[in-house]
């Protein structure tokens, strides 16, 4: 009796080390751990002691399996580190939240990933994972909207425009930020010519996910099967031409991914696309119409800093890979003879096209904005953490300014 009490406590204290003491002390290190799709606590056990996680795969199966880890496994990559005690490691991976998502590229493919609110100058860095994309032949693809062959982007795709008079790059605008999946033997043509499916793709989704461009090559089956936005689940079409008053859809996407391309420069931190859509298009409708917002303030220009940015670049691109660099002078003084300026009071409405890849979220808001009720507010700021906040009148603007300069605040 006495010798199975000691082998039966000499397990306990085994099992009972092994799960709160950690597999390494004192250290920092942390290891990028993925849990794929199929995973279960045995083979996430195997990898985690080879990875120097656990000091023991059979306990860790067993103690996961009394908590049900393979219930509330969810793909991802976690963030965990030796000095995390095994019951601590079962418990992250039990709360099913990774600190990434896990991209499992097929085979064949290479990723290829466009943060949102860059320009197309910027492209051709992210296009250098594909071998057979040369950086100079795709930045004039992108910048002239014409293929090497001599045909034209803008005859393949109904929705997108030729290159407008006095605009820097044809496809501004017409490339949504994301991840994708591009042959890894593409050319600079075809991988452009996919990131543009991306587009028609959100505009009008195929029948299921096999087939998600079944409708964007064809103007009338795209716009029978367009995605609605806004609360009321409007045709996007239909949205996007009353908004901006025209009959054409092309022209009607052009001046929205215009417009969305200022929302995506101030909303990509705090994700209120429609509060800054809202700003934008008020500011819009006061520019082309009397110029005074129902306040009585005179706005008759977009004023919109990015802008500025985006024209002080284009003369004068960046040493390095430094786009979209603070402002240090005033925004009214700055590059006055370029359309882009929207600062300068004599540039009313729209720039002469899109400045920035607006993500679609962007792209739906500004296509509703005004809708199901008109914002209250003519100005937006970002404050240092990038969250938007509202004003209504130039007074409270200049407050709301002045606290964004310090730092972040709450509304």
Not at 200 to 226: F, I, N, R, V, W
Not at 258 to 270: E, F, H, N, P, Q
């Amino acid at each position: 009796m006495t010798l199975v009490a000691f082998v039966l406590g000499f397990a306990g204290t085994f099992v009972t080390l092994n799960v709160t003491q950690p597999a390494a002390q004192d250290t920092a290190s942390s290891v990028q751990f993925a849990v794929r799709p199929g995973d279960g606590a045995s083979s996430i056990a195997s990898r985690l002691a080879s990875a120097g996680l656990i000091n023991n795969a059979a306990i860790f199966t067993l103690m996961a399996g009394l908590q049900h880890l393979d219930a509330h496994l969810r793909p991802g990559i976690y963030q965990l580190s030796p000095d995390m005690t095994m019951g601590a490691i079962i418990q992250r991976l039990v709360g099913g939240h990774p600190d990434q998502v896990l991209i499992i590229v097929p085979p064949g493919k290479s990723l290829v990933q466009i943060p949102p609110g860059t320009r197309v100058a910027q492209f051709p860095a992210y296009l250098a994972t594909l071998p057979n994309v040369k950086s100079k032949a795709a930045l004039s693809i992108l910048t002239t909207g014409v293929l090497p062959t001599g045909k034209r982007l803008s005859d393949l795709y109904w929705y997108v425009r030729p290159r407008q008079a006095g605009t820097v790059a044809a496809l501004e605008g017409y490339i949504l930020p994301g991840t994708y999946f591009i042959d890894t033997q593409a050319d600079e043509s075809a991988a452009i010519q996919q990131l543009l499916n991306g587009l028609g793709e959100h505009l009008c989704p195929g029948p299921d996910a096999a087939h998600l461009d079944a409708y964007l090559l064809d103007h009338t089956q795209c716009k029978a099967h367009a995605a609605t936005v806004g609360p009321k689940g409007v045709n996007i079409f239909t949205e996007m031409d009353q908004r901006y008053h025209t009959s054409d859809d092309a022209t009607g996407l052009y001046k929205t991914l215009t417009l969305a391309s200022l929302v995506v420069r101030i909303s990509t931190a705090d994700g209120d696309a429609a509060g800054v859509a809202g700003v934008y298009y008020n500011r819009y409708l006061a520019a082309n119409g009397s110029g005074y917002a129902p306040n009585g303030e005179y706005v008759p220009y977009m004023d919109a800093p990015a802008t500025v940015q985006y024209a002080q670049d284009t003369d004068s691109p960046p040493a390095a890979d430094n786009w979209w660099a603070p402002l240090t002078t005033p925004p009214g003084a700055i590059e006055l003879n370029s359309a882009y300026n929207t600062a300068v009071p004599d540039n009313r409405g729209l720039m002469p096209g899109p400045i920035a890849a607006p993500t679609w979220a962007d792209v739906a808001a500004a296509a509703s904005a005004g809708e199901p009720a008109a914002s209250p507010y003519f100005y937006v700021v970002a404050d240092r953490c990038g969250q938007a906040h509202y004003a209504a009148t130039q007074a409270e603007f200049l407050v709301t300014a002045r606290q964004s300069n310090m730092g972040c605040f709450n509304n």
